[in-house]
C-alpha cells in the first residue's frame, strides 16, 4: 500500500498489543477522527478522508472552471463530465469525486475506504472507460498534477511534509496513465468534442456527442454542395448520385438521412470515435453499382477529387479550421480508401 503502514508496538508483557496506526493517512491527513462532513449536514466523516476530497473536489472544479484558460489541454479528457455538470446532471461529478478519493485515502493507508474501480491503465483508456476521451500524454499528466497541488493550495495545504509524498504517489502510477507520446496528437475526434453528450441542435429534446455534430454539419453541407451543383461546378459528380437526388425531388429524405448518418459514421469511427460504429457496406461494395443499387456508375479517379473538392468546400462554408480540414484530406486520401472506392 503506498504511503500507508500499520504497526504493531508492546506497552507491557501482559496486555494484547496495541495497534499503533503510523500512515500518512493517520499522521499527516488527520485520519479516522471523526468531524463533521460539510457536505452532509448531520453526519460525520473521517478528517482524512475530508482533506483529500477537499483537494480533489478543488481539482476538479479548477480544471472545469479553468480560469485563464490555464487547463484548456485537460477540457477534452473531461468531455463527458463537463457536458454532464452542464445539464445539471452530477452523479458521474460524484462518482469522480469519491473513486478518486478512495484510491488516494487507501494509497496513503486508509483503514476504513477501499478503491475498487477499474485499474488506472484501464480508468484512462477510452477504449476501456466509456468516460474517458482521449489519451493522456507527459505533458498533460503534468499539468493534472499542477491542478491537484493548485486544489490543495484552495484548501489551505501547502506543507512540502503533505504535498511531496501526495506528488511521489501521483508519480508512481504516471505510466500506466500516460499512453500517448510526447509527439502523438489527441485524435481527433476528442478534439471535435468527443463523447460528452449534448443538445441535437437538429433533434430538440435529444442527446447526440459533441463529436459528432461537426462530422454531421460537413457531411450534410458536402451533400448539399454537390447537389445545388452552383454553376456547373459538380456536374461529372450528379450521374453517383441519381437515385439520391430523384428521392430528394420527390420529398422523400430517407435516403438522404441514410447517407449522412452513414457517412458521419464512418467518419466518426476512423478518428477516433469509442462509442460510434459505421455498420454499412465496404467501401468497395458501398460503390459498386453491381453491389449497391442506390450507385449509379462508377466512381473515377477525377470523380473522386472532385468529390473531395466538395468536401473542403463544405468545410469552409462552415469555418472548419484549415488544420482540421487537413487531417480529414489525409484521411479520405489515403491509399487504401481511395483505391477502395475509385472502381473505374
Not at 112 to 131: K, Q, V
Not at 215 to 243: C, M, Q, W
Not at 316 to 332: C, D, H
Amino acid at each position: 500500500m503506498l504511503l500507508g503502514g500499520v504497526v504493531l508496538s508492546s506497552c507491557n508483557d501482559d496486555g494484547p498489543d496495541p495497534i499503533i496506526d503510523d500512515s500518512f493517512y493517520s499522521q499527516v491527513l488527520g485520519g479516522e477522527t471523526k468531524v463533521p462532513d460539510p457536505m452532509n449536514p448531520g453526519q460525520q466523516i473521517e478528517q482524512g478522508f475530508l482533506n483529500l476530497r477537499t483537494v480533489v473536489v478543488n481539482t476538479v472544479t479548477t480544471i472545469a472552471t479553468n480560469e485563464g484558460g490555464k487547463y484548456n489541454s485537460l477540457q477534452p479528457y473531461f468531455s463527458v463530465l463537463l457536458n454532464e455538470v452542464g445539464r445539471g446532471e452530477t452523479t458521474g461529478l460524484n462518482m469522480l469525486v469519491m473513486d478518486f478519493t478512495k484510491f488516494l485515502a487507501e494509497a496513503t493507508g486508509a483503514r476504513n475506504f477501499s478503491y475498487t474501480g477499474l485499474d488506472m491503465e484501464a480508468a484512462h483508456d477510452p477504449a476501456r472507460n466509456p468516460r474517458m476521451n482521449g489519451l493522456i500524454n507527459n505533458a498533460d499528466y503534468d499539468l493534472f498534477i499542477q491542478a491537484v497541488v493548485e486544489g490543495a493550495a484552495q484548501a489551505g495545504i501547502t506543507d512540502n511534509a503533505v504535498l511531496g509524498p501526495v506528488g511521489q504517489l501521483l508519480e508512481s502510477v504516471r505510466a500506466p496513465i500516460v499512453q500517448r507520446g510526447g509527439n502523438e496528437s489527441l485524435d481527433l475526434y476528442t478534439r471535435l468534442g468527443g463523447s460528452g453528450l449534448v443538445s441535437d441542435p437538429q433533434n430538440p429534446g435529444q442527446l447526440i456527442e459533441a463529436g459528432y455534430i461537426p462530422l454531421r454539419a460537413v457531411v450534410t453541407e458536402t451533400v448539399l454542395v454537390i447537389a445545388t451543383n452552383e454553376g456547373g461546378k459538380y456536374e461529372d459528380l450528379l450521374p453517383s448520385f441519381s437515385v439520391l437526388l430523384a428521392e430528394v425531388g420527390a420529398n422523400d429524405l430517407s435516403g438522404f438521412g441514410l447517407l449522412v448518418s452513414g457517412f458521419s459514421n464512418f467518419l466518426a469511427e476512423a478518428i477516433g470515435a469509442q462509442n460510434i460504429r459505421y455498420t454499412g457496406l465496404n467501401m468497395a461494395d458501398a460503390h459498386n453499382p453491381m453491389v449497391n443499387p442506390r450507385m449509379t456508375g462508377v466512381v473515377t479517379e477525377s470523380d473522386y477529387d472532385l468529390f473531395i473538392e466538395a468536401v473542403v468546400e463544405a468545410a469552409l462554408k462552415l469555418e472548419v479550421p484549415m488544420s482540421i480540414i487537413q487531417e480529414f484530406g489525409a484521411l479520405l486520401t489515403s491509399p487504401g480508401l481511395r483505391s477502395a472506392i475509385v472502381q473505374g
